[in-house]
């Protein structure tokens, strides 16, 4: 039989506690619909929360692979441009060299022909000294082949150097078209770069590719992973929403019945009067 005090109201007490609870719950909705979270810490769900955090560093170390692709392709875009415009420019070097092979120039006209045949040559070591991207040149003689990180387990990808087109260079600078004989000599070493630049060509090409696949894979790895993360933290909106409303008329009811309970003791003054 419950005993009727005015120190232990016992009737309060439940509905504080189930209102206390009720404003906690309130409070978890509240912070999953400004956040957008079901699990904002460990305090929520520790085991989901610890998984979310191994793949929130998955999506960190993605990022910094992106940074990565994204310097090598900008090494191999400017090498690439580099090595295209010096394939260009070799046609012109060709028609010189062509050109002073002719028996019937005269030596003024072998002259003229040897100045722009140096010009030539020094404009292809002009693309190849300023085709570099951040510290990297993949066309000078003392290039290196570039290891680029592709993936967050360490796999790399390399990008090869072409060091062979600035070899073939001065080789090549190092010929004379002064002459019918000298230039007919040019023209061995000029065939023997345009083979070089074409092959370099061909390499540049392959490695651009590989990047460029490799950036979009790594792209798609890393809005999977993004997709994962939201299964297993995000809130669903809607159904807070709805929680929400339900969690506020509980809270209403809640303190009308404290307030109720809070006074049950006046009755017992009737017994006095």
């Given at each position: 039989m419950?005993?009727?005090?005015?120190?232990?109201?016992?009737?309060?007490?439940?509905?504080?506690?189930?209102l206390?609870?009720?404003?906690?719950?309130?409070d978890?909705?509240?912070?999953?619909?400004?956040?957008?979270?079901?699990?904002?810490?460990?305090?929520?769900?520790?085991?989901?929360?610890?998984?979310?955090?191994?793949?929130?560093?998955?999506?960190?170390?993605?990022e910094?692979i992106?940074?990565?692709?994204a310097?090598?392709?900008?090494?191999?875009s400017?090498?690439?441009?580099?090595?295209?415009?010096?394939?260009?420019?070799?046609?012109?070097?060709?028609?010189?060299?062509?050109?002073?092979?002719?028996?019937?120039?005269?030596?003024?006209?072998?002259?003229?022909?040897?100045?722009?045949?140096?010009?030539?040559?020094?404009?292809?070591?002009?693309?190849?000294?300023?085709a570099?991207?951040?510290?990297?040149?993949?066309?000078?003689?003392?290039?290196?082949?570039v290891?680029?990180?592709?993936n967050?387990?360490?796999?790399?990808?390399?990008?090869?150097?072409?060091?062979?087109?600035?070899?073939?260079?001065?080789?090549?600078?190092?010929?004379?078209?002064?002459?019918?004989?000298?230039?007919?000599?040019?023209?061995?070493?000029?065939?023997?770069?345009?083979?070089?630049?074409?092959?370099?060509?061909?390499?540049?090409?392959a490695?651009?590719?590989?990047?460029?696949?490799?950036?979009?894979?790594?792209?798609?790895?890393?809005?999977?992973?993004?997709?994962?993360?939201?299964?297993?933290?995000?809130?669903?909106?809607?159904?807070?929403?709805?929680?929400?409303?339900?969690?506020?008329?509980?809270?209403?009811?809640?303190?009308?019945?404290?307030?109720?309970?809070?006074?049950?003791?006046?009755?017992?003054?009737?017994?006095?009067q």
């Amino acid at each position: 039989m419950p005993v009727n005090s005015i120190n232990t109201n016992v009737s309060a007490l439940i509905a504080l506690q189930q209102l206390n609870r009720t404003n906690t719950e309130l409070d978890e909705v509240q912070g999953r619909i400004s956040t957008g979270l079901r699990v904002t810490g460990p305090v929520d769900d520790a085991s989901s929360f610890s998984i979310a955090q191994g793949i929130r560093a998955d999506l960190k170390a993605y990022e910094a692979i992106s940074q990565g692709i994204a310097n090598a392709k900008g090494v191999t875009s400017i090498a690439l441009s580099a090595a295209t415009s010096i394939s260009d420019l070799l046609g012109d070097i060709r028609r010189k060299i062509t050109e002073g092979m002719n028996a019937a120039n005269t030596s003024g006209q072998q002259s003229i022909l040897q100045a722009d045949f140096e010009n030539l040559i020094g404009q292809v070591n002009t693309f190849i000294s300023n085709a570099e991207f951040n510290g990297r040149n993949l066309l000078s003689a003392a290039s290196t082949n570039v290891g680029v990180i592709s993936n967050i387990d360490g796999t790399t990808l390399t990008i090869r150097n072409q060091s062979v087109i600035q070899t073939s260079s001065v080789a090549l600078g190092t010929q004379s078209i002064s002459s019918t004989a000298t230039a007919t000599t040019a023209l061995t070493f000029i065939q023997l770069m345009e083979q070089t630049v074409a092959e370099a060509l061909g390499r540049l090409g392959a490695d651009t590719r590989s990047i460029n696949f490799q950036d979009e894979f790594v792209s798609v790895l890393s809005d999977a992973t993004t997709t994962g993360l939201g299964t297993i933290v995000d809130a669903d909106l809607a159904k807070e929403s709805a929680r929400l409303q339900a969690v506020q008329v509980k809270q209403q009811l809640g303190t009308q019945t404290l307030n109720i309970a809070n006074q049950r003791p006046n009755i017992l003054l009737q017994l006095f009067q």
